[in-house]
Every structure is written in C-alpha cells, then in structure tokens.
C-alpha cells in the first residue's frame, strides 16, 4: 500500500449528505475484484448522462476538479452497502483523501485499509473547507497525516485526529497483509518450533 504521509492537491467540492456507497460506485460496476479501472465509474451515474457522454454539471468533469486528490464532502459519507469497491474506486480516480462531518463505519474502516485517508472535522471546519474547495483550480490543500493538520489556499489551517495505529499504518504503508508479514520471523519460528514438538502435526 502507499505511504500517506503529505498530500497536496486540488481539492473538490461535493457539498450532498448522505452519499451512499451505491453513489461512489454503481452495483454495475461490482462484477470485478480487481482494484484497478474502477475509476471510471466513481459516481458513474452523476458523472454521465444516459447517452454516456459526460455531464458538465457534475464537480469531477469540470476542468478545474478532473485530477482532485481531496475530496470535501458532506455529512454520513459513504452510508449504505459495505462494497469495498467504493474506496477501490476513490482511490482508482486519484482521490486519497475525504473530508466529511461523518463517515459510515465500515466504509471509513475500508478506506484506511486501501489507503485513503478519511478525516473528521467539525461542521464548521468543513464549511471553511468547503469554502476553500469552491474555488476551482485555486483549491490546494495540503493535508499533513504526521502533523495531523489541514492547510488551505489562504493559509488557514485545520487540526484532525486519527487513531494512533491507523495513522502509524498509513504513514508507513502497512495493510492487513503487511502486517503480518512484519511478524514473519515469529511466525516462522512459531512453525519450527510446532515441527518439532508436534511432529505429526
């Protein structure tokens, strides 16, 4: 998995509540377990008209927000179905982090484990945020994981928390997988030593 460690990019604004994961990622789209190519159906039937081709209105086709990296978002995000294919999608478009009041539980365990960084901020911090997002081309932020902090365009900034392990994993790059591997010399010794106490087991 990626480092998260200092991100700064443009940042889009998607001030709707309750964006469900069938939202970010169509049921059409979950016909694959592949993690790659999904990015094309990230809010599929918002970002396209019936016909196919793009809907102007929507914030991701706009020219300002095609290569956002931040995503600032409104209150409950991804709520609905547990598909881990909603932050697969995310992460497929090149966004690698979501602001938002709230997030669903599962959805905000699920980002943490493909390298998404999900951050909670008071309605107010996110109104500024969202200020700062609406400003097009001009929306930078840097979001600092180590320093736990947000900084805007203007040079305001926002403090976050993050539990202490999921921020040591993201800034390392450690998924559930890596995890264990960094254990391997236990487990490896683990398996010597049941070889030879139990060696019919």
Same mark, same amino acid.
């Given at each position: 998995?990626?480092? +998260?460690?200092?991100?700064?990019? @443009?940042?889009?604004?998607?001030?709707?509540?309750?964006?469900?994961?069938?939202?970010?990622?169509?049921?059409? &789209?979950?016909?694959?377990? $592949?993690?790659? %190519?999904?990015?094309? %159906?990230?809010?599929?039937?918002?970002?396209?008209?019936?016909?196919?081709?793009?809907? =102007?209105?929507? @914030?991701?086709? $706009?020219?300002? &927000?095609?290569?956002?990296?931040?995503?600032?978002?409104?209150?409950? *995000?991804?709520?609905?179905?547990?598909?881990?294919?909603?932050?697969?999608?995310?992460?497929?478009?090149?966004?690698?982090?979501?602001?938002?009041?709230? +997030?669903?539980?599962? *959805? &905000?365990?699920?980002? *943490? $484990?493909? %390298?998404?960084?999900?951050?909670?901020?008071?309605? $107010?911090?996110?109104?500024?945020?969202?200020?700062?997002?609406?400003?097009?081309?001009?929306? @930078? @932020?840097?979001?600092? #994981?180590?320093?736990?902090?947000?900084?805007? =365009?203007? %040079?305001?900034?926002?403090?976050?928390?993050?539990?202490? +392990?999921?921020?040591?994993?993201?800034?390392?790059?450690?998924?559930?997988?890596?995890?264990?591997?960094?254990?391997?010399?236990?487990?490896?010794? &683990?398996?010597?030593? #049941?070889?030879?106490?139990?060696?019919?087991?």
């Amino acid at each position: 998995m990626e480092k +998260f460690v200092k991100l700064t990019g @443009v940042a889009a604004p998607l001030p709707v509540v309750n964006v469900d994961t069938d939202m970010i990622i169509p049921k059409d &789209y979950l016909k694959t377990i $592949k993690r790659t %190519g999904l990015g094309t %159906g990230l809010f599929a039937e918002a970002r396209y008209n019936q016909d196919g081709t793009e809907n =102007p209105d929507f @914030v991701l086709n $706009k020219p300002a &927000y095609r290569d956002a990296k931040i995503l600032v978002a409104g209150d409950n *995000f991804g709520c609905g179905s547990s598909r881990e294919h909603a932050p697969w999608a995310l992460a497929d478009f090149g966004i690698r982090c979501v602001i938002s009041t709230s +997030f669903a539980d599962i *959805f &905000y365990n699920n980002c *943490f $484990k493909n %390298g998404i960084l999900p951050i909670t901020v008071s309605q $107010k911090e996110l109104d500024q945020l969202m200020d700062d997002a609406e400003r097009g081309s001009n929306a @930078v @932020v840097t979001v600092d #994981l180590e320093n736990q902090e947000i900084s805007g =365009p203007d %040079g305001g900034s926002v403090k976050f928390e993050v539990d202490a +392990f999921r921020r040591h994993c993201l800034l390392n790059g450690l998924d559930d997988i890596s995890l264990t591997l960094e254990k391997s010399d236990s487990i490896a010794g &683990y398996e010597t030593k #049941l070889a030879t106490e139990r060696p019919w087991a």
